[in-house]
């Protein structure tokens, strides 16, 4: 490494730099989106400044199990994942695709809905880059880009937070996705004490930088974050053995485990609300009494539902073994017959927030072994 | 359902053993009340209006249990007279809370509730419709949901099929943006059994789901009922969360005996 700290764009950040940053988001006009306390989580929603930042919090984690705690000290990013993804945000969960309206007899099209947001999202770690580029995979880069994500994407600024600690549930090194970030952000933050380091990763993010107070970052500034960080990656404690895996599991279809993980799986979705890949929607066209307006709505939708797997005649997943089977096979397997890549980002969200304590890197070993 | 018909869609509503709460929701849904009463014909409707026309009637919205010889001998007739028969509610749909007496002697009850106990004439179970006519279509809930009931209305009058969901409460959640309570506060909820439509109401103001839309498809109530246990919760607390509005249903109707046995 022959260039120094601020030629690679770096610098130091106090919070007073970083609260001049979101206030610089604000008046470029975007909508400025980060962790806040809220509904019993740590939650990504819209904030105003540093302030809204859970500062001093953080969570415990373990499968089916989140709990908000205190820390020792008061950092702003002290925490890991909480339940929301950025997902929420890029390719919402209800969003109204199309309406119509009767007049003389005649259905006319009505104008879309206002613009969305232009979005800048404040504190995404490793992992959730790695979920965006998978978006961006599957909603962009076919034929058909979708447009309604092509909208928000198209002008998203990316502020990441570089992980300093991890969930017993994070598994993003064997998936090669973290916990160091490497690309897709405008800047990568590392807390340190009580600052930051700020690398630029784009011409805007440096320009951001440089319109807030900071100081150059020093090389010893530069090591301290690398080492947190890969501290971080040697005490993650669950994992995914990736060679050979995708054709590892289409061996395994027939293993007995399925049977065993569909015994304790409700169907109930939640891993696949929480997953910031699952990008499956459904389409409900509604009417009103009198039936003069129509409406198309497209909704998240989940492959555990019976109605999801429907064709003429019936549901071709009738079992919960072919749902769990059906899902996990897709993340980690036809995904890379598809898009090239995993589904999965190694967030561990699949179990933390599934209420049976089904925990993906457990089952994905087990069906493998037994397949 | 009605596509072409050359007339307004013809509705009745008929109560069974129940509160009223169901059909009541209806008369609830005050902004769309006028235009549901100019798109069909309310041809039968006690509660709302005097004018009560003969049959037959392209829809019956049934609401209640049968509890009665009478009951269970009108329910034929009212069967007869609607082309389509929607039950609303858990009454109808399971049994209601009335179908608690399903494990008791009814007659014991009538004993010791009534002053006259010879002038009270009862079967000694609650059943819900389906377990004496077919039934074309159910909304759930106690009471139903006013929107899915305006939504059946609408889906009706216009020929399409009502969106009306099966699956978990919790995708509700979800989309809403609701923090798990059972994950991230051990708080039992019937949420991942219980079929969505309520908006997820209960969780939305920090309460675990009651489960008054009843099973959803696939319920796995053994997974819930180990669950529930997990975070501590006695045998005799998981038979009463199964035991409620929809306590005949029969995934809640086995998890609850299941839960008491042990």
Do not use: I, N, Q, T
């Given at each position: 490494m022959n260039e120094s700290g601020a030629e690679r764009g770096a610098a130091w950040l106090t919070r007073i730099g970083l609260d001049q940053l979101i206030a610089k988001l604000k008046e470029l006009g975007y909508q400025v989106v980060g962790p806040r306390l809220g509904d019993g989580a740590i939650v990504y929603d819209a904030i105003e400044?540093?302030?809204?930042?859970?500062?001093?919090w953080t969570e415990e984690q373990e499968a089916g199990i989140y709990r908000l705690r205190r820390r020792e000290d008061d950092a702003l990013f002290g925490y890991n994942l909480g339940p929301q993804s950025w997902k929420r945000f890029l390719h919402p969960p209800v969003l109204r695709i199309l309406a119509a309206e009767k007049s003389n007899g005649e259905f006319r099209i009505l104008p879309p809905l206002d613009r969305p947001p232009r979005y800048a999202f404040l504190g995404v770690r490793a992992c959730e880059l790695a979920a965006i580029a998978v978006l961006d995979r599957v909603l962009?880069?076919?034929?058909?880009?979708e447009p309604n994500y092509l909208a928000r994407r198209s002008e998203l600024v990316v502020i990441a937070v570089q992980c300093t600690r991890a969930a017993p549930t994070c598994f993003c090194a064997s998936m090669g996705t973290g916990p160091g970030v490497r690309s897709g952000f405008d800047i990568a933050l590392t807390e340190l004490g009580e600052g930051f380091l700020a690398q630029a990763g784009s011409e805007r993010g440096r320009g951001l930088i440089e319109s807030v107070e900071h100081e150059p970052a020093s090389e010893d500034l530069i090591r301290q974050a690398e080492e947190a960080v890969a501290d971080v990656a040697a005490r993650l404690v669950r994992r995914i053995e990736t060679q050979d895996l995708a054709r590892r599991l289409q061996q395994a279809?027939?293993?007995?485990?399925w049977d065993d993980v569909a015994r304790r799986c409700l169907a109930c979705g939640n891993c696949t609300m929480v997953c910031p890949t699952c990008f499956c929607t459904t389409v409900e066209d509604t009417s009103t009494v009198p039936c003069d307006r129509v409406e198309r709505w497209r909704k998240w939708d989940s492959c555990f539902t019976e109605s999801f797997s429907y064709i003429h005649g019936g549901s071709v997943r009738t079992s919960v073994r072919a749902r769990y089977r059906q899902w996990l096979t897709h993340k980690l397997s036809w995904w890379v017959d598809q898009f090239?890549?995993?589904?999965?980002?190694?967030?561990?969200r699949c179990i933390t927030w599934c209420p049976a304590k089904i925990d993906l890197t457990q089952e994905v070993s087990k069906v493998v072994a037994s397949g | 359902m009605i596509r072409g018909l050359p007339r307004k869609p013809r509705i009745a509503v008929f109560k069974f053993a129940s509160c009223d709460g169901c059909q009541l929701s209806l008369l609830d849904a005050e902004d769309e009340l006028l235009a549901v009463a100019d798109a069909v014909e309310l041809a039968y409707f006690p509660e709302a209006s005097r004018r009560m026309l003969k049959g037959p009637y392209d829809i019956g919205l049934v609401e209640g249990s049968i509890t009665t010889h009478h009951d269970a001998e009108r329910i034929q007739q009212v069967r007869r007279q609607c082309r389509t028969l929607v039950t609303i509610g858990a009454c109808a749909t399971a049994g209601g809370i009335q179908a608690l007496r399903n494990w008791k002697d009814a007659n014991e009850f009538v004993r010791h509730v009534?002053?006259?106990?010879?002038f009270v004439q009862t079967l000694k179970m609650s059943t819900p419709i389906a377990e004496h006519v077919p039934v074309d279509f159910e909304l759930r809930g106690c009471p139903v949901n006013k929107n899915q009931l305006v939504e059946l209305v609408a889906a009706v009058v216009a020929g399409r099929k009502p969106n009306i969901p099966s699956h978990s409460v919790c995708l509700e959640c979800k989309r809403e943006g609701v923090t798990c309570l059972m994950v991230a506060q051990g708080a039992a909820c019937l949420g991942p059994v219980t079929q969505a439509g309520c908006g997820a109401i209960c969780p939305r103001f920090g309460r675990g789901c009651y489960g008054c839309f009843g099973p959803m498809e696939a319920a796995n109530t053994a997974s819930l009922t180990e669950i529930f246990r997990g975070l501590g919760r006695p045998d005799s607390a998981i038979a009463r969360d199964f035991r409620s509005f929809n306590a005949w249903a029969w995934q809640f109707r086995q998890a609850s005996e299941e839960a008491e046995r042990r």
């Open positions: 400044g540093v302030k809204d930042l859970p500062a001093g962009l880069e076919d034929a058909f880009p279809l027939e293993s007995p485990h090239d890549m995993f589904g999965c980002v190694g967030c561990g | 009534y002053a006259r106990p010879d």
